[in-house]
Structure formats: C-alpha cells, structure tokens
C-alpha cells in the first residue's frame, strides 16, 4: 500500500508517483513502457507526472494510451513551458496537454520553470483554469526560496499546491532553507529524479545498507526520501521489474544509525546552496 502526502487543501496524494521524462521516444520500448505504467498503478504508483517537453507532447499521448480506461483512478500532473506560460498562452498550452492526455482535467498543473514571463500572468491563467474545471491545483517546479516568496507575494500566490525540484540523496541543497520554507506553509516537495537518474554510487554505504534489506543501493536511496512526511518521489520506471523495485523502497524503514550513516556520507547543506536543476 502507498503512503500518502496532504497537499495544502487537505487531498492526499501518493508519496510514491511515476515519472515519464525520456519515455515515448523510442518505438521499440512503447509496450513495455505501457505495461510499467499500468503495473505502477496496479501496485498503488498512480500519480503519474509528465509535461509538455517531454517529447514534445509524446509523453502525455503514451500515457492516454496506457492508462486512459484507468482516468479515474488517477493523479495527474503535467507541466507547462515557461514560453507557454503568459495568461493566455498557458490556458492554450493545457488544451493542448488534456487533448493529448484524452481527458477533461489535469490533477496538478506546474510551471516547469521560470523564464520571462511575470508570475502575476501565470498564476492568472492557472486560476482561471481551476475555475474553468480544466486543473485541479497549480503549483510550480524548480523554484527556489526566493522564487516562492515572488510567487507568494503576487495576486493568487499562495493558492500554489506544491514544488517540483531536484532532490535525492546526493542533491541535499533544498534542505537548507526551501524545505523549511515550504514547511512552513504546508506544502509537500515533489522529489524528481529521487535516484539521480540511476547515477548514484553502486558501491559504498548505500549498496551495504542495501545488503541488510535484500535490496539496491537505489531502493535505499528512494527509501530515505520516502521517510519523509512531506516528500512525493517520482521515479521513472520504463520496465515492470522496475517499477516492482521501486515498490518495494516503501516497505524499506531505516534505522535511526542508518540515516545518520547516510547523514555522514552525504552530508546536509550548512550554508544556502542554488537550487540545482537537471
């Protein structure tokens, strides 16, 4: 069973999602690709995160494709180009992501990053989209403290459900001051790439810790952020086996000499780091 996460209006979520960046691009892994999507939700992974870049639309028709029957039971989330996001052009650029996705609502609609147009217009456009029906909550992603403060100043602002950004056990820049930041004003951290897109050490503490739970280095490394109240982790699968090990790092409870193991291998920040980005 997943654990789940409040967003700020009280709804749970899955703390444990599936990503889809880089899916959809080879032909050859498609029915794979779908058959990891439908599995993830079977065993409980059913937000499902995807965007507008990714493939250019091409993400968000797979997962039409594979999980379409399955609208229901979902969360979904999708995210627009910054160059998208004036208060026209994000309403346009949704249209466009909920006719690729064969539904009438996205679940969570983030700005995939800041770019050049003021945030006043983009939460315009989100607001007008949530009164339309067309999103359920907005939020953002890659933003820093001091972009949050920005957002939560503008008209709207503090309605934002969530952020999106890098954060795993090698990336602990956040912990610094965004997620106490977001802390504060109760709203969970959306961790992508919660294994460093499969670069994480394969020897060292992580593969020994692994050892006592029968599992990889990146199970324990999805485990210590699923500790976590307040983080959603959404890795991406492209295979069942994958998908199943991914499960399973919600079963994984480390121990308190363990985490402080991890503490003294990868260490927290102590000073303001820039928010990283992949």
């Known amino acids: 069973m997943n654990r789940e996460v409040a967003l700020p209006s009280g709804e749970t979520i899955p703390a444990l999602g599936q990503g889809t960046w880089q899916m959809a691009e080879m032909a050859g892994h498609r029915a794979q690709e ?21 493939g250019e639309g091409a993400s968000e028709t797979l997962i039409a494709e594979a999980l379409g029957p399955e609208r229901d039971r979902l969360f979904l989330v999708s995210k627009v180009y910054p160059h998208h996001a004036s208060r026209t052009g994000v309403i346009e650029a949704c249209e466009r992501s ?24 983009t939460v315009s456009g989100f607001e007008e989209l949530r009164r339309a029906g067309k999103i359920r909550h907005w939020g953002v992603s890659n933003f820093d403290t001091d972009d949050m403060e920005e957002l939560f100043d503008a008209e709207g602002g503090t309605n934002c459900a969530t952020n999106q950004v890098l954060y795993n056990v090698t990336r602990r820049g956040p912990e610094y001051d965004l997620i106490p930041w977001m802390e504060k004003h109760r709203m969970p951290l959306m961790a992508y790439s919660p294994i460093e897109q499969g670069r994480l050490p394969k020897a060292g503490l992580l593969q020994e810790i692994g050892r006592r ?7 324990i490394a999805l485990a210590w ?17 994958h998908v199943r090990d991914n499960r399973r790092a919600l079963d994984i409870r480390l121990s308190r000499d363990e985490l402080e193991a991890i503490d003294a291998e990868f260490p927290p920040p102590r000073r303001k780091r820039p928010l990283e980005m992949i």
């Open 34 to 54: 779908i058959e990891a999507l439908r599995l993830g939700v079977e065993l409980g992974m059913s937000l499902i995160d995807t965007a507008e870049m990714y």
């Open 98 to 121: 909920l006719r690729r996705l064969k539904t009438d609502r996205l679940d969570l609609y983030l700005l995939h990053w800041r770019g050049g147009v003021p945030l006043e217009e």
């Open 213 to 219: 739970y029968d599992a990889s280095s990146y199970q």
């Open 225 to 241: 952020l699923l500790r976590k109240p307040d983080i959603v982790a959404i890795p991406k699968a492209s295979s069942p086996a």
